[in-house]
Nanobody
Framework: QVQLVESGGGLVQAGGSLRLSCVVSGRTFSSYAMGWFRQAAGKEREFVAAITWHGSTYYADSVKGRFTISRDNAKNTGYLQMNSLNTEDTGVYYC???????????????????WGQGTQVTVSS
């Protein structure tokens, strides 16, 4: 059993920042990639960012230059630093774990095996 718990969401004004965290517990893996996805009301869940065990990073074009993904393997914790937030960043943010996979798989929601419950991020104008 694997549990992922996100935290750090909240309400912020446009232009502000938030830092999300995701703690992975339960069954351990020798290595895994971690991804962040988000889902706005009435829309499909979309890729935001991902990071491999060794620190290779991937970003959606919409967040490049504003968001930074990182991780602390010793703590089994991942982070998503979000700066210059705008109203289009509003949604529920989910972290997810991917075992194995290729570079292309980092962007694909269906390639992630374990998911957290999500944390709400609301950006006001």
């Amino acid at each position: 059993q694997v549990q992922l718990v996100e935290s750090g969401g909240g309400l912020v004004q446009a232009g502000g920042s938030l830092r999300l965290s995701c703690v992975v517990s339960g069954r351990t893996f020798s290595s895994y990639a971690m991804g962040w996805f988000r889902q706005a009301a009435g829309k499909e869940r979309e890729f935001v960012a991902a990071i491999t065990w060794h620190g290779s990073t991937y970003y959606a074009d919409s967040v490049k230059g504003r968001f930074t993904i990182s991780r602390d393997n010793a703590k089994n914790t991942g982070y998503l630093q979000m700066n210059s937030l705008n109203t289009e960043d509003t949604g529920v943010y989910y972290c997810a774990v991917q075992i194995g996979g290729s570079s292309l798989d980092r962007f694909r929601r269906e390639r992630y095996s374990y998911w957290g419950q999500g944390t709400q991020v609301t950006v006001s104008s």
